[in-house]
C-alpha cells in the first residue's frame, strides 16, 4: 500500500552525491579549485593537468574550464595568491612608527630570503624564474608596485629626491626585488649581506637622506 495520500504526488527523487557547485558560491568554488591546484603543483610542478587539479577538487574538467580557461590561468592565479599571502605577512611584520626606509629594506630582505624560497612559487616559475611570472601575468607586478607605491605615498614632503614620485619609486623598487628573486644580486640570500646592498644602492637612489652604510 501506498504511504501517498491520494492527493499527494510524490516529489522528484533527490540525487545524491555533491549538489551543482558542491553546494559552494562561485567564490567559494575557485578558492576550493585552486587549494586542489595548489595540492597538484606541489607535487607535479607545472606538469599538473587540469585533469589532475580536477580529480583532487572532487570537481568534473568542465567545472575547472568555468573558472579557469586554461593551465596557465591557473598557474596566475595561483602565483597571485601567493603573492597575496606573502605581501600580507609581510605587512604584518611593521609595527610601531612609520619608517618607508626601514619598510622598503625588510621587506626587500623578506622577498630575497622567504619569498625566493617559498615551495609554491618555486614550483610555479620553473624556467625564467619569478621574472617570467610577473611578465606573463602583469596583475602580479601591479600588485606589488601598488604594494610599495602605497607605503612610499606617505612619506614624508621632501624626503624622496627631487622630482622622484612615489609610482616611479614603486617601480624601481620591484626591479630590485625581482634582480633579488633572478639571484642577480650577490649573497641575495643572507639578510646581512641584502640590507647593506639596500642601504648601499637602493635607499641612496629613493631618498634624499639615507642612512650611512655600518662600518
Same mark, same amino acid.
Given at each position: 500500500?501506498?504511504?501517498?495520500?491520494?492527493?499527494?504526488?510524490?516529489?522528484?527523487?533527490?540525487?545524491?552525491?555533491?549538489?551543482?557547485?558542491?553546494?559552494?558560491?562561485?567564490? =567559494?568554488?575557485?578558492?576550493?579549485?585552486?587549494?586542489?591546484?595548489?595540492? &597538484?603543483?606541489?607535487?607535479?610542478?607545472?606538469? &599538473?593537468?587540469?585533469?589532475?587539479?580536477?580529480?583532487?577538487?572532487?570537481?568534473?574538467?568542465?567545472?575547472?574550464?568555468?573558472?579557469?580557461?586554461?593551465?596557465?590561468?591557473?598557474?596566475?592565479?595561483?602565483?597571485?595568491?601567493?603573492?597575496?599571502?606573502?605581501?600580507?605577512?609581510?605587512?604584518?611584520?611593521?609595527?610601531?612608527?612609520?619608517?618607508? =626606509?626601514?619598510?622598503?629594506?625588510?621587506?626587500?630582505?623578506?622577498?630575497?630570503?622567504?619569498?625566493?624560497?617559498?615551495?609554491?612559487?618555486?614550483?610555479?616559475?620553473?624556467?625564467?624564474?619569478? &621574472?617570467?611570472?610577473?611578465?606573463?601575468?602583469?596583475?602580479?607586478?601591479?600588485?606589488?608596485?601598488?604594494?610599495?607605491?602605497?607605503?612610499?605615498?606617505?612619506?614624508?614632503?621632501?624626503?624622496?629626491?627631487?622630482?622622484?614620485?612615489?609610482?616611479?619609486?614603486?617601480?624601481?623598487?620591484?626591479?630590485? &626585488?625581482?634582480?633579488?628573486?633572478?639571484?642577480?644580486?650577490?649573497?641575495?640570500?643572507?639578510?646581512?649581506?641584502?640590507?647593506?646592498?639596500?642601504?648601499?644602492?637602493?635607499?641612496?637612489?629613493?631618498?634624499?637622506?639615507?642612512?650611512?652604510?655600518?662600518?
Amino acid at each position: 500500500m501506498s504511504t501517498f495520500s491520494d492527493d499527494k504526488k510524490p516529489g522528484p527523487t533527490r540525487r545524491r552525491g555533491r549538489p551543482p557547485g558542491g553546494g559552494l558560491s562561485p567564490a =567559494q568554488a575557485r578558492e576550493a579549485l585552486l587549494d586542489a591546484a595548489e595540492r &597538484a603543483v606541489l607535487e607535479s610542478g607545472t606538469a &599538473a593537468t587540469m585533469e589532475a587539479i580536477a580529480r583532487r577538487s572532487g570537481y568534473t574538467r568542465a567545472v575547472l574550464y568555468r573558472h579557469f580557461a586554461n593551465r596557465d590561468e591557473v598557474v596566475g592565479a595561483l602565483a597571485l595568491r601567493a603573492t597575496e599571502r606573502s605581501v600580507a605577512e609581510a605587512t604584518a611584520r611593521f609595527v610601531g612608527p612609520f619608517d618607508p =626606509q626601514r619598510v622598503i629594506t625588510e621587506s626587500l630582505v623578506f622577498v630575497a630570503t622567504e619569498v625566493a624560497r617559498d615551495p609554491l612559487l618555486a614550483r610555479l616559475t620553473g624556467e625564467g624564474g619569478f &621574472a617570467r611570472l610577473v611578465t606573463a601575468h602583469p596583475e602580479i607586478a601591479a600588485l606589488l608596485t601598488e604594494s610599495y607605491e602605497l607605503g612610499l605615498a606617505g612619506c614624508l614632503p621632501g624626503s624622496l629626491r627631487p622630482g622622484l614620485g612615489s609610482a616611479e619609486a614603486a617601480g624601481y623598487v620591484l626591479s630590485i &626585488a625581482l634582480a633579488l628573486l633572478m639571484g642577480a644580486v650577490p649573497d641575495a640570500g643572507d639578510p646581512d649581506a641584502v640590507r647593506r646592498y639596500v642601504r648601499a644602492f637602493v635607499l641612496p637612489a629613493l631618498f634624499t637622506d639615507p642612512p650611512p652604510l655600518p662600518g
